[in-house]
């Protein structure tokens, strides 16, 4: 038995040997830590020299306060029956926007990971 072990356990290891002596086709392709680095850089320089165009979102009207152009959008309050008039300017809107999707990206990421009750803390 314990010659049978030893055999399986040499097999084993002459395999291994022989695999690491041959070029990987990953070992040829991955690209070192600066190259990744690089890589990085230059796609988040992409992202940073396209700014968005600004789009009004739905509901908001354009007003000009002055020199200003501002965005408002009539809300009903809780507990009055008069409407109140809110207005933001381009950077606020943008801010709720980046808000508003951090808000849906860590809700979907919840559930996913609460899909089922015995992984989440409150099942």
Known sequence: ?????LAVLMAFLAGTALAQEGDSAIGNETPSADQAQDKVETDTADEAKEPEEFKVPAG??????GKKTVY???????GTRFSQ???YNEEQLREM???REQDQATLDQN???CANLESCSGG
Request: glycine share 4%; proline share 0%; charged share 40%.
């Open 72 to 78: 408002c959008k009539k809300a009903m309050e809780s």
């Open 111 to 113: 559930r996913k990971v």
């Open 1 to 5: 038995m314990r010659g049978m072990t």
């Open 97 to 99: 926007a980046t808000a």
């Open 60 to 65: 908001f009207l354009v007003k000009k306060r």
């Open 85 to 87: 008039e809110k207005c």
